[in-house]
């Protein structure tokens, strides 16, 4: 069944088939979020979770909250994927997101900021971005502009399924599916990737490059200490360039 029309999706309609998820476990985000962005790119693969965490380690440690961010990249590296490990933080984060988006890129992102003195060192929760709508008006005559993810932790009266996104907007009596399983108003989803922190998903390496220096540019660090700021803490502090 195709998404509204003013919807745009990575995936472009909501046949369960295409959309091969899994609730992730204590603190395991960092490696489920990878899993579920390799399965989107990469059906035939069926990758689990629980793979993920075996080949991140001793770099994934439940009890100190899981996986550390560069370990995304790496993992979706590992598996064929090209990323880097961005922020944006300091350049217009929508042009960015909504680009990769209408590419049909899944976007890893990191919600809700950890903080360390004056930096933001990782986020709290990574979850997948997958989708965006243009601002339309539902039936109460409510204005909307809505992001769409996929958070494998959240799971509404116990229940983790895509169906928990699909709602009547329309006030025809029959919900619409979206994408993912969870929804953000532009205004809450801005607030809470407040971090910028992002990987984008491409099939290949060669792509995203070819992508990133179209369209990006690396801010300027200082030598040594920005290198392992931009590849170790932060990620990489990237400017949209069109």
Known sequence: MPFPP????????SDEGRWLVQAQGENECGCTTPANALNLLFPDRRISKDQ???????FFQRRLGGSPSPITGW???????GTHFGNLSR???????RDLID???????????????PLTIYGQHSVLLLG????????AGV?????????AA??????????????????DGVPEPFPGNRTFQRSDFLAAFSTGIYFPVFPSQLEHDAWYHQHLRTLPALPVVGWLRDQLLTGSYDEWVG
């Open 154 to 171: 959240y799971a509404p009266g116990g229940r983790f399924g895509l169906e928990t996104n699909n709602v009547d907007r329309d006030g």
């Open 103 to 117: 590419r049909r890129v899944p976007v890893i992102i990191e919600l809700w900021e950890n903080r360390v003195g």
């Open 143 to 151: 204005r909307r502009e809505e992001y769409y993810i996929l958070d």
């Open 52 to 58: 993920l965490i075996r080949e991140a380690g001793i």
């Open 6 to 13: 003013y919807v745009h999706s990575v995936v472009p309609e």
């Open 132 to 139: 965006y709508s243009e601002p339309f008006t539902d039936a």
């Open 91 to 97: 350049t217009d984060k929508e042009k960015v997101l």
């Open 75 to 81: 993992l979706l590296k590992r598996h064929g994927a």
